[in-house]
């Protein structure tokens, strides 16, 4: 797998998502190549489905022809020569360039990790076809929300708890053994972990998905608040908004709560798992202690942690982790602030 995560790959990685290559880094060997893959591959189904070029039921096509190939059942190489030329990013462009060579190097793990590798790619493309279906109907000004609870609960797991599910069945698989009534923990508070992770971005991100005619807060709560999507566009709407929005966040600490106990399951012996675990936790906490004060209705005021915070998260890590005193006294650090 040298080849896959060579210096261009990793570049890719991370031009891509800067904090997710942090905490790449930082796996195990025996399990960095298939969590890396397996990125690639979502990244790319994302890039597919976010492209700013096409209509709806085109990158749908190209959805489905892609995860088609991916999962092995059509050997016909989809086109996206096209939409990789009209990418604006280089890094995306890269990935759309190169989805021959990186759906190629599923096949060189084992036969169970490329069950697994197939079957969580599967699962993020269905979630990303749900999503550009459910917002077909956007059109300049005109903004579509999910309905309840349930739907924007399912989105989260399908684009990324069920990266937590992966990410805990490769641990198990190559790194620890334990017993079966943990390992169902383990899984549980996994999709947590990942389903945290979404909800963050989904609340920081209101405003930027908005003016693509997306809505992720759903409407039946929004009615209940006297609100609906349209007045979400507007930032002085913020202190109407603030009682509803600060019940999303209270949903997303309970879900880093999860993922603080997860980690704290794991095998002190696996230094560098539970490392690359406790970073997108502690930027996590980080972004909803800002997002609770700010006012996200307000694209010009976007929440968004510097470099050179988690460079010092990097170096706290780096010092806590062999004692589990203090990596539980960092974990729990913003959450009893």
């Known amino acids: 797998m040298a080849d896959l995560l060579d210096t261009e790959l990793?570049?890719?990685?991370?031009?891509?998502?800067?904090?997710?290559?942090?905490?790449?880094?930082?796996?195990?060997s025996g399990v960095r190549s298939q969590v890396g893959l397996l990125y690639l591959l979502a990244r790319t189904s994302d890039t597919i489905a976010d492209s700013e070029q096409g209509s709806a039921e085109s990158r749908l096509v190209a959805l489905e022809y892609y995860n088609e190939y991916a999962q092995g059942h059509s050997d016909s190489l989809p086109d996206l020569s096209e939409l990789a030329r009209l990418q604006r990013i280089d890094s995306e462009r890269k990935l759309l360039e190169r989805m021959s060579a990186t759906v190629a190097c599923i096949d060189r793990f084992s036969d169970s990790d490329q069950l697994h590798i197939r079957h969580c790619l599967d699962v993020i493309v269905g979630g990303q076809m749900l999503d550009l279906q459910?917002?077909?109907g956007t059109a300049e000004?005109?903004?579509?929300?999910?309905?309840?609870?349930?739907?924007l609960d399912d989105y989260a797991y399908r684009v990324a708890g069920s990266v937590g599910e992966f990410w805990t069945r490769m641990a198990?698989?190559?790194?620890?053994?334990?017993?079966?009534?943990?390992?169902?923990?383990?899984?549980?508070?996994?999709?947590?972990?990942?389903?945290?992770?979404?909800?963050?971005?989904?609340?920081?991100?209101?405003?930027?998905?908005l003016r693509m005619g997306r809505c992720y807060i759903p409407s039946n709560s929004?009615?209940?608040?006297g609100l609906d999507p349209y007045d979400l566009l507007n930032k002085d709407n913020m202190e109407s908004f603030r009682p509803l929005f600060d019940s999303y966040i209270d949903v997303a600490e309970s879900h880093l709560d999860a993922a603080v106990s997860y980690i704290e399951m794991l095998p002190h012996s696996q230094f560098r798992l539970r490392g690359s675990c406790m970073l997108p936790v502690l930027i996590g906490q980080r972004t909803l202690k800002l997002l609770r004060g700010s006012n996200v209705l307000d694209e010009s005021s976007r929440i968004k942690i510097t470099r050179s915070d988690i460079n010092a998260?990097?170096?706290?890590?780096?010092?806590?982790?062999?004692f589990a005193k203090s990596s539980k006294r960092l974990l729990n650090e913003y959450r009893d602030a």
Request: charged share 30%; proline share 4%.
């Open 134 to 136: 459910r917002f077909s």
């Open 313 to 322: 998260l990097l170096k706290r890590v780096a010092f806590a982790i062999p």
């Open 172 to 209: 198990l698989d190559h790194l620890f053994d334990t017993e079966s009534s943990v390992e169902a923990d383990l899984f549980e508070k996994g999709v947590r972990f990942g389903k945290a992770l979404q909800m963050i971005n989904i609340l920081r991100d209101i405003p930027v998905d």
């Open 10 to 28: 990793d570049a890719i990685l991370e031009g891509t998502s800067r904090s997710f290559y942090l905490s790449l880094k930082e796996l195990p």
């Open 141 to 151: 000004g005109k903004v579509v929300a999910l309905s309840e609870d349930t739907e």
């Open 222 to 225: 929004l009615s209940a608040h």
